[in-house]
Each structure stands twice: as structure tokens, then as C-alpha cells.
């Protein structure tokens, strides 16, 4: 019964999972997750906002983490404009804040601003969590058409 148990909850993990390009991720047991997106490219309509999902376990102790997110436009890495990088802020209250041990389970969300000024375009994606040594903890790049 218990194994049943786990062995569905291990498909539904899944089934709401995201796709993604994994860029170079340290940590391990990686998860990620762009609200509404089951299979890219992501569609993200301007003006809304999309919960981002990110799961991995650490392996490193780091005392800060900070959020890399940008988008490809014409072959350059773009910043992702008004992403607070500071990525242990959104761990605050939780029960995995900075500074984060070796081997700890971290699970991170933010809300990603999709602005109404931005254009009409498909891009690549790229999500980072960057350990104190700057190495990625978690990496990954999903295909996004913004409409």
C-alpha cells in the first residue's frame, strides 16, 4: 500500500513538471517546474505573473544564493528586468533558509513578472541558483514564447 502510495506520487511529481535543458547543475535530484507549462515552448502571456519551481539537493554549503534569470534575444543573455537576485529571500521562513548545508533538500519558488512592455517573442529561458562559490546548484534553460 505505502509503495503504491509513493509510486503515485512519484508520477504526479512528474506529470506537473516543466521540461528542461539541465545547464550545468552541481546539486542533484533537480526539479523545475514554470506554472501552466507541461511542455515547452512555455507560453507566457504578457502582463501575467508565473510561479517558478525549483527543487534540487544541495551539494555544497553555501551561505548565500543567488538567482540567475534571463532571456535569449538575439544571441545575447538578457537579465530578467526587476528579479530580485538574492535568492535566499524567498527561502526566508522556510524550512531550508540560508545558509544551506550539504545535502539539504531545497525546494524555491518565485513569482517570474511577465511585464505587458515586453515584446512578442520566442526565446530560450534560463533559470540559475548560484552557490557561494559560483557554481550552479541548479541550471536550466526551457524554450518560452512570450505572447
Known sequence: MQRSLLILLGIAACAVATPFQDCGSKGTVV??????????????????????????????DTDTLTLGASASIGGFEVPWPGVDTDACKQLEGTENPCPIEKGTAVDWQFPAEVLSEYPRIQTTATFKLIDSNRDYQFCAKVPAMIV
Open 31 to 60: 526539479a523545475f517546474e514554470v506554472e501552466g507549462c507541461s511542455a515547452p515552448p512555455c507560453i507566457l502571456q504578457r502582463g501575467h505573473s508565473y510561479l517558478v519551481t525549483i527543487q534540487y539537493t544541495s551539494s555544497v
